[in-house]
């Protein structure tokens, strides 16, 4: 029984326009102003149909299969399929939606983008890394690169002739890119010689696309130590001339393959640079700032992989337990005419469902959320509009990494216990969904590091001020929508929540300024308070939308469904913030003070 995935559409219309009102949003922005509410849904649907139809038949076939590398060329073939999926979706257009007109995009809205990769990432994941680093390239050159490098690169990557990598990590340092040893030699022509090894590169080499666009860091000869002396290379698989036709192979070549515990069909791959052929994309030195445009877009692409497995495990679970028969229910047989009750009736499975169910859709309203805050930070003609949205996304951002990441794998595991022994055979897939989301929790910066990255500098950092912007905002909505009853249980456990976590932010502000050690020790416990706040105002805010529309006598079933998950939201998932609290009440010295222990 292998997986099966039907794109949630309706879920997507109501996060979209029942309650984020998207259109509305982006037609304010002059970019968006010609666009409406039928073309995003027309785009929906056509995505949802590739991801469906063509791309998720090759999942597991990927799985089996992985990349396979030839060491006499260094070449990487893809598993059977990847190719002419990704032929398939070069011709509908697919690499285009989000890129600018003027190199061949179509200008659809970050937000609209961010949802066709949520399907993409729900029927394959490691197939949707090619196309997503791509457009993560894409990014980088457009905001940094100088004109002439936009015109040979961006046209190819638009269409997606070509694709792209981020090529940061190396043998010797992950996280810490200040140790990094590539070397960038300047060459009489202007561009640059770069020889080094870097591994852990997504999509470094494979057979897709004609030619690879890899974004490179590395050092001048008069670079000064540590991260202030990196700075950022394109370098093309094949040399170019001026017109941007392909040339003899560039001397960067793939030398291994990692050999992982999920996501095969991407090549994750070990690069050795031996001279070859980049050149300087922005300032010298200042690369870190460069890649971070590409480092912050694949934080919340990370978020979105996790959101697409959460979806299709609990599509998957939910099949599985409405067939499965096994046992009767506590409360007396359900099915009667059966010899056991469908597996769905007993309250762990359902627990183990509805948690799924909780954190998937909670995860598409903060990734939807944050989608339109990038679309405002970049395109809004309001300039204390687009200050507030980046800021807002700068807290955001880690959030969506840690917090879906977090979520995501905890409810592929909970999805693979409803299967039972089933779920931990190859043959339904559902193993294969926890091994993939693992990876999720670790790359583009550790959820550790994201958590340091929001109590340290985006909270502490900037003295509290976009954190409290975004509490005042969470308050400001509680306190127009009080006077509805049927919201309390939902508004009270909110303000309460938002009220110790701000005394909790005083708290580990003066403690930090005795010790910094206190920051990493309250870090992690502290970005869950954090995601469960931002997901606890997301559901009361979909409470009230469906509330709303019963009221109106509206019957479509999602909006019980939505009431009902708020519910389970609040009482079976939100309360997880005890724990953290009460961590958070201990000594730090029980984690700092241990070196007997781990001696």
């Given at each position: 029984m292998p997986l099966t995935y039907s794109p949630p559409i309706r879920d997507m219309q109501f996060v979209l326009h029942e309650w984020l009102g998207v259109t509305k949003h982006l037609q304010q922005l002059p970019r968006y102003a010609e666009f409406d509410q039928d073309t995003f849904n027309a785009v929906l649907e056509e995505a949802g149909k590739f991801a469906s139809e063509v791309l998720a038949p090759t999942n597991s076939v990927g799985d089996l299969q992985g990349c396979q590398l030839d060491r006499t060329n260094h070449s990487v073939t893809t598993p059977d399929g990847f190719k002419e999926a990704y032929a398939q979706y070069v011709e509908a257009g697919w690499p285009a939606l989000a890129c600018e007109p003027e190199y061949g995009g179509q200008g659809l809205p970050f937000v609209i983008n961010q949802c066709v990769f949520e399907m993409l990432n729900s029927a394959n994941q490691a197939w949707t890394m090619y196309p997503g680093l791509s457009h993560g390239a894409y990014e980088a050159l457009h905001a940094h690169g100088s004109d002439s490098l936009k015109a040979l690169y961006l046209p190819k990557l638009t269409s997606g002739q070509w694709t792209g990598t981020m090529c940061l990590t190396e043998p010797h340092c992950g996280t810490d890119l200040g140790l990094l040893r590539t070397k960038a030699e300047p060459q009489a022509d202007g561009s640059y010689a770069l020889t080094g090894n870097k591994i852990f590169i997504s999509a470094g080499e494979h057979d897709m696309a004609e030619n690879i666009v890899h974004l490179v860091l590395a050092r001048l000869p008069d670079a000064p130590a540590g991260s202030k002396g990196i700075s950022l290379f394109v370098v093309s698989k094949f040399k170019l001339d001026a017109n941007g036709e392909?040339?003899?192979?560039?001397?960067?070549?793939?030398?291994?393959?990692?050999?992982?515990?999920?996501?095969?069909?991407?090549?994750?791959?070990?690069?050795?640079?031996?001279?070859?052929?980049?050149?300087?994309?922005?300032?010298?030195?200042?690369?870190?700032?460069?890649?971070?445009?590409?480092?912050?877009?694949?934080?919340?692409?990370?978020?979105?992989?996790?959101?697409?497995?959460?979806?299709?495990?609990?599509?998957?679970?939910?099949?599985?337990?409405?067939?499965?028969?096994?046992?009767?229910?506590?409360?007396?047989?359900?099915?009667?005419?059966?010899?056991?009750?469908?597996?769905?009736?007993?309250?762990?499975?359902?627990?183990?469902?509805?948690?799924?169910?909780?954190?998937?859709?909670?995860?598409?309203?903060?990734?939807?959320?944050?989608?339109?805050?990038?679309?405002?930070?970049?395109?809004?003609?309001?300039?204390?509009?687009?200050?507030?949205?980046?800021?807002?996304?700068?807290?955001?951002?880690?959030?969506?990494?840690?917090?879906?990441?977090?979520?995501?794998?905890?409810?592929?595991?909970?999805?693979?216990?409803?299967?039972?022994?089933?779920?931990?055979?190859?043959?339904?897939?559902?193993?294969?969904?926890?091994?993939?989301?693992?990876?999720?929790?670790?790359?583009?910066?550790?959820?550790?590091?994201?958590?340091?990255?929001?109590?340290?500098?985006?909270?502490?950092?900037?003295?509290?001020?976009?954190?409290?912007?975004?509490?005042?905002?969470?308050?400001?909505?509680?306190?127009?929508?009080?006077?509805?009853?049927?919201?309390?249980?939902?508004?009270?456990?909110?303000?309460?929540?938002?009220?110790?976590?701000?005394?909790?932010?005083?708290?580990?502000?003066?403690?930090?300024?005795?010790?910094?050690?206190?920051?990493?020790?309250?870090?992690?416990?502290y970005l869950r308070i954090v995601g469960h706040l931002t997901f606890g105002w997301l559901w009361a805010q979909a409470a009230q939308v469906a509330l709303a529309a019963i009221a109106d006598g509206k019957t479509d079933p999602i909006y019980p469904a939505k009431l009902e998950t708020a519910k389970f939201y609040f009482t079976r998932l939100m309360p997880e913030v005890e724990t953290a609290f009460k961590r958070l009440q201990a000594n730090a010295n029980t984690v700092l003070k241990t070196s007997h222990a781990l001696a």
């Amino acid at each position: 029984m292998p997986l099966t995935y039907s794109p949630p559409i309706r879920d997507m219309q109501f996060v979209l326009h029942e309650w984020l009102g998207v259109t509305k949003h982006l037609q304010q922005l002059p970019r968006y102003a010609e666009f409406d509410q039928d073309t995003f849904n027309a785009v929906l649907e056509e995505a949802g149909k590739f991801a469906s139809e063509v791309l998720a038949p090759t999942n597991s076939v990927g799985d089996l299969q992985g990349c396979q590398l030839d060491r006499t060329n260094h070449s990487v073939t893809t598993p059977d399929g990847f190719k002419e999926a990704y032929a398939q979706y070069v011709e509908a257009g697919w690499p285009a939606l989000a890129c600018e007109p003027e190199y061949g995009g179509q200008g659809l809205p970050f937000v609209i983008n961010q949802c066709v990769f949520e399907m993409l990432n729900s029927a394959n994941q490691a197939w949707t890394m090619y196309p997503g680093l791509s457009h993560g390239a894409y990014e980088a050159l457009h905001a940094h690169g100088s004109d002439s490098l936009k015109a040979l690169y961006l046209p190819k990557l638009t269409s997606g002739q070509w694709t792209g990598t981020m090529c940061l990590t190396e043998p010797h340092c992950g996280t810490d890119l200040g140790l990094l040893r590539t070397k960038a030699e300047p060459q009489a022509d202007g561009s640059y010689a770069l020889t080094g090894n870097k591994i852990f590169i997504s999509a470094g080499e494979h057979d897709m696309a004609e030619n690879i666009v890899h974004l490179v860091l590395a050092r001048l000869p008069d670079a000064p130590a540590g991260s202030k002396g990196i700075s950022l290379f394109v370098v093309s698989k094949f040399k170019l001339d001026a017109n941007g036709e392909l040339g003899e192979r560039n001397p960067i070549f793939c030398t291994g393959l990692e050999h992982k515990m999920g996501i095969h069909g991407n090549a994750t791959a070990q690069l050795t640079l031996d001279g070859a052929i980049g050149h300087l994309v922005g300032e010298p030195h200042k690369g870190l700032m460069a890649m971070f445009v590409m480092m912050n877009g694949a934080r919340l692409g990370v978020g979105n992989q996790s959101l697409g497995l959460t979806e299709i495990a609990f599509q998957n679970a939910l099949a599985y337990a409405k067939e499965r028969l096994q046992m009767r229910s506590l409360s007396g047989p359900k099915a009667p005419e059966l010899p056991a009750d469908p597996i769905i009736v007993h309250p762990d499975v359902r627990h183990q469902l509805m948690s799924a169910k909780a954190y998937a859709e909670g995860g598409r309203m903060l990734g939807s959320y944050c989608g339109l805050l990038l679309d405002q930070a970049h395109h809004s003609a309001d300039a204390e509009q687009r200050q507030q949205a980046l800021s807002q996304l700068a807290l955001l951002t880690p959030v969506v990494k840690a917090f879906l990441t977090d979520n995501g794998l905890s409810a592929t595991i909970g999805c693979q216990q409803v299967f039972g022994g089933h779920g931990y055979i190859q043959e339904t897939g559902m193993e294969q969904l926890v091994r993939d989301a693992r990876i999720n929790l670790i790359y583009e910066g550790t959820n550790a590091v994201q958590a340091l990255d929001l109590l340290g500098r985006k909270v502490l950092g900037d003295q509290g001020k976009a954190l409290t912007a975004f509490g005042k905002q969470i308050g400001a909505w509680g306190k127009e929508h009080s006077q509805e009853p049927k919201l309390i249980e939902f508004l009270l456990p909110l303000q309460n929540l938002g009220e110790r976590l701000t005394e909790l932010t005083q708290a580990l502000g003066g403690k930090a300024m005795r010790n910094p050690d206190e920051v990493g020790v309250a870090a992690v416990d502290y970005l869950r308070i954090v995601g469960h706040l931002t997901f606890g105002w997301l559901w009361a805010q979909a409470a009230q939308v469906a509330l709303a529309a019963i009221a109106d006598g509206k019957t479509d079933p999602i909006y019980p469904a939505k009431l009902e998950t708020a519910k389970f939201y609040f009482t079976r998932l939100m309360p997880e913030v005890e724990t953290a609290f009460k961590r958070l009440q201990a000594n730090a010295n029980t984690v700092l003070k241990t070196s007997h222990a781990l001696a």
